[in-house]
């Protein structure tokens, strides 16, 4: 079975704040992708990036990064220094199969006050 | 760049009517997937396709069917709409064997059902 859960359903946060978005995932497969993807106000996701189950290294671009935890299952976002712009609705997403075939979680609506 | 593109951005029927919701994607990808996406319950996939004339039932089917004729276009049909599926409707495609990275998404349809 497979699981993506993000608890934080919606957060506000003031311009230039640093915020962390929280996925935690169950699988029973040891190897497994994630994702993260955004979804702005014009509805069409935007890909961010993908992670395999091999790979726990942080993955840093420019104000995103990523904390990937295999020992809390665990797959977190941190956007540094907030912009209006990064307000969306933001998704974790898993792929048992290796061919992308994913399985996202219910998301988290981010909304950075000027 | 991939594109996909989905053949209405708003969509209003009323109860019963038969419904189709077109999807077509430039990058020659062998897999197509519909999703709905409903508020707290994030995207659920309804039906995928790998290939031409193949089709995969995801995790909602009912009250769906779809057609896959040609490798670029995936098609959604509603046989009676409900009202039950008033929704946002998003397409997706992606290819397992040209090390993509993800799933590739349209801009969605916003179907109302009266």
């Known amino acids: 079975a497979q699981k993506v859960t993000q608890a934080q359903t919606e957060i506000s946060v003031v311009e230039k704040e640093d915020v962390t978005l929280d996925c935690v995932y169950e699988t029973r497969d040891t190897t497994y992708y994630l994702f993260w993807y955004k979804q702005p106000p014009s509805g069409e996701l935007v890909f961010l990036i993908r992670r395999n189950s091999f790979d726990e290294q942080n993955e840093i671009s420019g104000r995103y990064s990523w904390n990937f935890q295999k020992s809390t299952s665990s797959f977190n976002f941190t956007i540094t220094a907030s912009q209006v712009v990064d307000s969306a609705v933001y998704f974790c997403?898993?792929?048992?199969?290796?061919?992308?075939?994913?399985?996202f979680g219910t998301g988290t609506r981010l909304t950075v006050i000027p | 760049d991939v594109k996909v593109t989905q053949s209405s951005r708003y969509l209003v029927k009323r109860t019963g009517e038969k419904v189709f919701l077109e999807c077509v994607q430039d990058m020659d990808h062998e897999n197509m997937f519909w999703y709905r996406q409903d508020p707290g319950l994030g995207l659920r996939l309804i039906y995928f396709?790998?290939?031409?004339?193949?089709?995969e039932k995801g995790d909602i089917p009912e009250g769906y069917s779809v057609s896959r004729e040609k490798k670029e276009r995936f098609s959604l049909i509603l046989e009676s709409a409900s009202t039950n599926q008033t929704s946002m409707y998003l397409c997706?495609?992606?290819?397992?064997?040209?090390?993509?990275?993800?799933?590739?998404f349209g801009p969605g349809t916003r179907l109302l059902v009266l």
């Open positions: 997403a898993l792929d048992q199969t290796g061919a992308n075939n994913l399985f």
């Open positions: 396709s790998y290939d031409v004339k193949m089709k």
């Open positions: 997706a495609s992606s290819s397992p064997f040209k090390n993509q990275e993800t799933q590739y």
